[in-house]
């Protein structure tokens, strides 16, 4: 790819995007976060509660694009930020563009998706593995509002490195929400952590939400 055709896939920030999303909690002890280090999450002797986010962009910058992420919250530690220490999308401009702008460590991979009623069913496939998450919905459940300002500022304070720098930038988001009844993995093998193995605490189905990507306060490591 020329350096010309790079520049035309670059957008800077702000992103402002639209979707619907996935929002699931779980807690780690601290034997799971040690067998699951190749995945960069930070260590912690009681353990502590980390979301993995299921999304579905249907507006961006760089167009439509599916992405499932690890946020990883190490409150233990006031040294330490939110993280997104593992992720994949479905497009290589959302990878670019993540990489270049936020330090994501964002990875390409194929999504398929399966939806029926109120049961949702997604493949990730990524260097030929396949993973899955199914996830069911409640036939009814109230909605509720949520926006980012009634959530404590330091979570979602997010730092990554990337390539010897160092980035920091908090998302704005606002949406509705509702429960989730279900969520479950399998062969998630070298792609991801099994989440099946760690305990699944109240998550929640976002089926709409306004999300803006700030530019990111970046210096050398």
């Given amino acids: 790819m020329n350096e010309e055709l790079i520049a035309k896939n670059f957008h800077h920030p702000p992103w402002h995007l639209h979707g619907d999303a996935f929002i699931l909690n779980y807690w780690l002890t601290p034997n799971f976060i040690k067998s699951n280090q190749a995945f960069q999450l930070a260590p912690s002797p009681i353990g502590r509660v980390i979301q993995i986010m299921l999304v579905r962009y249907h507006k961006s910058p760089v167009g439509p694009y599916d992405e499932l992420l690890i946020l990883d919250h190490p409150l233990m530690s006031k040294r330490h930020l939110s993280s997104i220490p593992k992720i994949y999308v479905s497009t290589p401009a959302s990878v670019m563009n993540g990489q270049r702008f936020w330090g994501i460590p964002k990875q390409l991979a194929q999504f398929e998706w399966v939806i029926k009623d109120d049961v949702v069913y997604c493949n990730i496939s990524f ?50 929400l509702c429960k989730l009844k279900q969520a479950s993995w399998k062969n998630t093998l070298d792609i991801f952590p099994d989440f099946s193995q760690a305990k699944y605490l109240q998550s929640f189905y976002v089926p709409e939400f306004k999300l803006t990507l700030p530019s990111a306060k970046m210096n050398k490591k």
């Fill in 127 to 176: 260097q030929q593995q396949e993973m899955s998450l199914h996830l069911q919905k409640y036939k009814h459940s109230q909605t509720f509002y949520i926006n980012s300002h009634h959530i404590p500022a330091r979570l979602l304070n997010i730092h990554q490195t990337w390539q010897g720098l160092h980035y920091q930038f908090s998302p704005q988001f606002r949406g509705k």
